[in-house]
């Protein structure tokens, strides 16, 4: 039954991924390759539910997933869902995609105030997410007042800049 619960919720948080991928905007000056790519970062808990998506239509883009085998994320990912596996040394992974125009999503515990974009959260057995606006301005990224509306919207813990 556990098992069963957790297939069911990462099934839901493939298709969250999928449809963050409709409110956000990227920079315009950056590269748009003929894909889009969702890549994942250490241990993937989707397993097939996310490879269901693959294929699918992103802004007229083919939409790719791809999984990262060390901690090096190559330019072509768009959306980075970084896995708990990895939540032992979110700062050393964080740090260099702050001020790339990747959107990073985690269900990590205190991922979205430690610099990440998109925390995803199981509250009363549904996924719920918040959002750190100021690591979604480091990355040049621009939400959707909508998305943003249904959020738990944080902050930084350290603002830039503060001693």
């Known amino acids: 039954m556990a098992d069963d619960q957790q297939v069911t919720e990462y099934r839901i ?4 991924l999928y449809n963050f991928t409709r409110f956000v905007n990227w920079p315009a000056d950056i590269a748009q390759p003929d ?13 097939k ?8 239509a ?3 883009k083919q939409l790719d997933i791809l999984r990262l085998p060390g901690s090096h994320v190559p330019g072509e990912c768009r959306v980075v869902y970084i896995s ?8 050393s992974i964080l740090a260099p995609l702050g001020a790339r125009p990747i959107l990073t999503v985690s269900d990590s515990p205190a991922f979205a105030e430690q610099g990440g974009i998109i925390r995803l959260k199981l509250v009363d057995m549904k996924v ?4 750190n ?5 480091r990355a040049g990224l621009n939400i959707s007042s909508k998305l943003l509306s249904l959020a738990t919207i944080v902050r930084d813990e350290t ?5």
């Open 128 to 131: 719920r997410f918040d959002i």
């Open 84 to 91: 708990n596996s990895e939540s032992g040394h979110l700062d």
């Open 13 to 16: 948080k493939a298709a969250f």
């Open 35 to 47: 894909r889009f790519t969702i890549c994942i970062l250490g241990a993937d808990p989707f397993g």
């Open 49 to 56: 539910a996310i490879d269901s998506l693959a294929g699918k």
């Open 159 to 163: 603002p830039v800049g503060a001693q």
């Open 133 to 137: 606006i100021d690591a979604a301005r």
């Open 58 to 60: 992103i802004n007229g």
